[in-house]
């Protein structure tokens, strides 16, 4: 399929010179990312909660979005990395596309509020991913969902945190993670993939970039990266099922497809969509290109069917 017209739109008046430091490159991508978001969706109650457990002395931050119009009284969850190439991004830059998650899929979303690279490199956002995952499916009752339908999931750099959340809680004994849901996620260091080479440059998110992010994410550990971190090249025998969504023009697709042959060659259920004529950080796009909108269709459709939820 041919790019989407408004998304071809979008690319022409990008603007082609970065802010020169990474404070203001957070500051214009929070900015940028919330102008494209379209009209604030409404949710049924939002919560924000402070993880302290763990052996860390920061506290997490949590943002729980409860799905309007649902009518279970434990309903099925999901804990959210957000991207940002593990340096960007922030709980309110995410605030409108985990509201339109939550009403999507019908679960209570919780959105991790992680430390950035490169201050904090890893494993410090894998392991505050992860010690979110832990103190939801522990204060289940509380929070009032069930613990037994807990998905992970999260685009980009966040798909990369969460499934590298599903390694640890199966290599750990963790909590027991009913699903993935993984949105154009980054999962390997190799720059080379048959999508690397067609959309290096010119579709939002280039080459130059991720070298960029990984670099400021693993710092020395990026000639040879751990498979937590590099979950392409994990064993994936006992992960959860999952749900995988690529942009057709995108330099991460090629991995998000390898991503899901491999856990099917390693006997885990995995659901393959790709987003024809969209690109990277569409779940943002909702209020300049319309069509973005298939992102929450599609992962809407497949997380109410993982959890036997009434269709939409």
């Known amino acids: 399929m041919t790019i989407d017209a408004d998304i071809a739109a979008l690319l022409a008046r990008a603007p082609v010179t970065p802010p020169a430091s990474l404070e203001s490159l957070r500051a214009e991508t929070d900015l940028a990312l919330r102008s494209m978001q379209g009209a604030l969706e409404e949710i049924e109650r939002i919560d924000d909660f402070a993880v302290e457990e763990g052996e860390y002395d ?8 409860r ?11 999901i ?10 991004c922030s709980l309110d830059s995410y605030d409108n596309p985990c509201r339109a998650l939550a009403n999507a899929t019908g679960c209570v979303v919780f959105s991790v509020g992680y430390r950035l690279a490169p201050e904090h490199p890893y494993p410090a956002p894998l392991e505050d991913v992860y010690r979110a995952l ?9 929070l009032r969902i069930d613990k037994n339908r ?16 599903a390694l640890l809680a199966r290599d750990r004994r963790g909590p027991t993670i009913a699903h993935q849901l993984l ?17 290096a440059e010119g579709y939002y998110l280039t080459r130059d970039v991720m070298k960029q992010c990984w670099s400021d994410y693993l710092g020395e550990l990026l000639s040879a990266p751990p498979v937590y971190a590099a979950p392409l090249r994990a064993e994936l025998r006992g992960l959860p099922s999952a749900t995988i969504l690529v942009s057709e023009y995108d330099p991460l697709r090629s991995e998000g497809e390898a991503y899901a042959r491999k856990l099917e060659d390693s006997d885990v259920s995995a659901t393959l969509i790709r987003l024809d004529g969209m690109i990277h950080a569409c779940i943002h796009m909702l209020g300049v290109a319309p069509a973005a909108s298939t992102l929450f269709v599609h992962a809407g459709r497949e997380i109410r069917n993982t959890f036997g939820l009434e269709p939409r």
């Open 183 to 199: 949105v154009y996620p980054a999962l390997d260091t190799d720059h080379d993939t048959p999508s690397y080479r067609k959309f």
């Open 58 to 65: 920061a506290a997490i931050p949590v943002r729980a979005y």
């Open 150 to 165: 807990v998905a992970i999931g999260g685009d980009s750099a966040g798909g990369n945190l969460a499934a590298g959340a």
């Open 79 to 88: 804990v959210f990395a957000h991207a940002g190439g593990w340096r960007l």
């Open 67 to 77: 799905p309007l119009g649902t009518t279970c009284d434990t309903p099925p969850a």
């Open 134 to 142: 832990c103190w939801v499916v522990a204060h289940a009752g509380e």
